[in-house]
């Protein structure tokens, strides 16, 4: 079946620090690829998507690239500021005909002033 | 962009008591919705699917009797925890599929609704 695996968090950064919480995936065909951000006691808002690999998703100055070779989608940021705390979760949907997705466990960042 | 309000987003409630959890697309319709469940500091539990006009379709493990869904319409399922006990208490969070964007594949999600039963 569909996995998502994610790093453990918590991560914890300084403001200005170079972010990346990696996302490998076991699916079967061409899903798609995407992550969500869940802010303290809120529902989850779509942050990227990738449809197809080497697609780049990109927003808020969050990346993360469809690496079909190395079955990853890993999340990245040049520069975190503390208003990026929050939970981020990588998902897959797609595979096989399903479009129901696939969360992974989520990684908590905490980013200090 | 897409929007799903889901009401209330806080709720206690005595146990023994039902409680009835709304989750509408406003601004587009949707023929699929999601329930989920997520515990503290976990990922998100997909409960059922439930289909406009028909009968929702519940994941191994949920019971459906205790987990009510309604469909009615294109813009609103509602999720109805039957006699509540402490054990259901969780956060629980709706999502919705735009029905002429089903290409996407992109899922809508509620703001979610904190479910404590005293």
């Known amino acids: 079946g569909n996995s998502v695996t994610q790093m453990e968090g918590p991560v914890t950064l300084s403001e200005e620090a170079f972010l990346t919480i990696n996302c490998t995936y076991t699916?079967?065909?061409?899903?798609?690829l995407f992550w969500y951000v869940q802010y303290p006691g809120e529902g989850l808002q779509l942050l990227l998507k990738?449809?197809?690999?080497?697609d780049k998703g990109s927003n808020k100055g969050f990346e993360a690239t469809y690496r079909k070779e190395t079955t990853s989608f890993h999340l990245e940021k040049g520069s975190v500021q503390v208003s990026d705390s929050a939970v981020y979760f990588c998902?897959?949907?797609?595979?096989?005909?399903?479009?129901?997705?696939?969360f992974g466990r989520g990684t908590s960042l905490i980013v200090h002033p | 962009g897409a929007v799903v309000s889901q009401h209330p987003s806080r709720v206690i409630c005595k146990s023994g008591t039902s409680v009835k959890i709304e989750c509408r697309s406003l601004?587009?319709?949707?023929?699929?919705m999601f329930w989920y469940r997520q515990f503290p500091k976990q990922s998100l539990m997909l409960m059922a699917t439930?289909?406009?006009?028909?009968?929702?379709?519940?994941e191994q493990g949920v019971e459906k009797d205790k987990f009510l869904i309604n469909h009615a319409s294109l813009t609103l399922s509602t999720l109805t925890v039957t006699s509540a006990h402490p054990e259901d208490s969780s956060f629980y969070i709706c999502?919705?599929?735009?029905?002429?964007?089903?290409?996407?594949?992109?899922?809508?999600f509620g703001a979610g609704t904190r479910l404590s039963v005293l």
């Open positions: 999502s919705a599929r735009d029905r002429d964007r089903l290409a996407k594949n992109i899922q809508y």
């Open positions: 699916a079967t065909g061409y899903p798609s």
């Open positions: 990738a449809t197809k690999a080497d």
């Open positions: 998902a897959l949907s797609g595979s096989g005909g399903s479009y129901i997705p696939t």
């Open positions: 601004d587009f319709q949707a023929t699929t």
């Open positions: 439930s289909n406009e006009g028909s009968k929702a379709t519940y």
